[in-house]
T-cell receptor, first 115, second 113 residues
Framework: AQSVTQLGSHVSVSEGALVLLRCNYS??????LFWYVQYPNQGLQLLLKYTSAATLVKGINGFEAEFKKSETSFHLTKPSAHMSDAAEYFC?????????????FGTGTRLKVLA | KAGVTQTPRYLIKTRGQQVTLSCSPI?????VSWYQQTPGQGLQFLFE???????NKGNFPGRFSGRQFSNSRSEMNVSTLELGDSALYLC????????????FGPGTRLTVT
């Protein structure tokens, strides 16, 4: 069965440090992958998406993610964390099911940025 | 282009009552999905509608139902509310999957007392 695993429900980094949020997926076919961010009391906002055009995907707010098929991973990174990056981050995969597609979300990683 | 709107934003109901939540997707989006978000269970998929037809369904009891209108607006209904139904209900719209991202509304915060 297809699934998404996010390692670490909580991650803390210092301001200016590298942000690395991990996502591994399980899919029997090439997936479409997404990262979303959720700020308090808001819906989810798309950060970036992978649709097989390029393995390194750049998104908004300085985030990027690299698709590694051999590792079935799609980790999210940002070179230098800002206080405003504190939020919850969700990895998602769009997979075929019953003649259509559905999104499967990971359990989320809450990022805390320390001053 | 206007984003996804959800009404109401906040709702307080009593156990046993029923509730209807509304979602207006982005213009041109025919796929509308609903999710339940709770601290303990995370983001759980409820169902997806496309062109007025339910196309996907998650593992929720029959008390949870939905529908989509010809203008793509969608409603979800929860009957016989339980305390455990307290959650943030998120609606998302998209162009037809698989590679189109979903756009989320701000959610409806439902509290059941």
């Amino acid at each position: 069965a297809q699934s998404v695993t996010q390692l670490g429900s909580h991650v803390s980094v210092s301001e200016g440090a590298l942000v690395l949020l991990r996502c591994n997926y399980s899919s029997s076919v090439p997936p479409y992958l997404f990262w979303y961010v959720q700020y308090p009391n808001q819906g989810l906002q798309l950060l970036l998406k992978y649709t097989s055009a390029a393995t390194l995907v750049k998104g908004i707010n300085g985030f990027e993610a690299e698709f590694k098929k051999s590792e079935t991973s799609f980790h999210l990174t940002k070179p230098s964390a800002h206080m405003s990056d504190a939020a919850e981050y969700f990895c998602a995969v769009s997979v075929p099911t019953s003649g259509t597609y559905k999104y499967i979300f990971g359990t989320g990683t809450r990022l805390k940025v320390l001053a | 282009k206007a984003g996804v709107t959800q009404t109401p934003r906040y709702l307080i109901k009593t156990r046993g009552q029923q509730v209807t939540l509304s979602c207006s997707p982005i213009s041109g989006h025919r796929s509308v999905s609903w999710y339940q978000q709770t601290p303990g269970q995370g983001l759980q998929f409820l169902f997806e509608y496309f062109s007025e037809t339910q196309r996907n369904k998650g593992n929720f009891p029959g008390r949870f139902s939905g529908r989509q209108f010809s203008n793509s607006r969608s409603e979800m209904n929860v009957s016989t509310l339980e305390l455990g139904d307290s959650a943030l209900y998120l609606c998302a719209s998209s162009l037809d999957p698989p590679y189109y991202e979903q756009y989320f509304g701000p959610g409806t915060r439902l509290t059941v007392t």
